[in-house]
């Protein structure tokens, strides 16, 4: 992580459209200056970014970095992205895992549904979370099953509401709240 001499100006390789430059700046030994990098490639939106973005994804320990991976993979858009997202998925940081799932709702691409129901099962309640969020702006019925089934099992309240919320929208249901009167302690 040692290739500059100096911190880089991230926002002047911005300004000249500098890929090249930002993606060595993703190996700076400060993750400010990476994570500014990691912001740079996504304003900037070319998918040449891709590949580079996924690695410091998955090698990457600062959970900001990681997080500002996801949103730039976002900005780019490209369903290049989606092989490596998956690929992610089954990282053994759960921050990593969480960003790669919401990315991959985002992007809306059906192949990453399959991964994501696996992802139902993490033991991480953010990344079940986080599944059932991108299963849900996927919106693809092979999910309406798996979820009907965790909803069953599922002891979080939080993640049982997102469940139903999810299964409504995927099957073009209204999904309606409803609040109950009775005081629980009477």
């Given at each position: 992580m040692g290739l500059f001499s100096k911190k880089p100006n991230i926002e002047s390789m911005i300004k000249d459209k500098d890929i090249e430059g930002l993606i060595l700046a993703l190996e700076h030994k400060n993750h400010n200056v990476r994570k500014s990098a990691v912001n740079g490639l996504g304003k900037l939106g070319d998918s040449k970014a891709i590949d580079p973005l996924i690695k410091v994804l998955n090698k990457e320990e600062n959970k900001y970095v990681i997080q500002q991976v996801g949103y730039a993979l976002e900005l780019i858009g490209d369903p290049k992205a989606v092989e490596g997202l998956i690929l992610a998925l089954d990282h053994k940081n759960g921050t990593v895992r969480f960003y790669a799932g919401q990315c991959l709702g985002h992007l809306g691409d059906s192949k990453a549904v399959e991964p994501l129901i696996n992802a139902l099962s993490d033991k991480d309640l953010g990344v079940r979370s986080g599944a059932v969020t991108a299963l849900r702006n996927i919106k693809d019925p092979r999910a309406?099953?798996?979820?009907?089934?965790?909803?069953?099992?599922?002891?979080?309240?939080?993640?049982?509401?997102?469940?139903?919320?999810?299964?409504?929208?995927?099957?073009?249901k209204p999904f309606y709240i409803t609040f109950s009167n009775k005081n629980p302690d009477s």
């Open positions: 309406i099953k798996p979820l009907q089934q965790i909803l069953d099992e599922e002891i979080e309240d939080s993640l049982k509401f997102s469940i139903r919320e999810s299964l409504a929208y995927i099957e073009g």
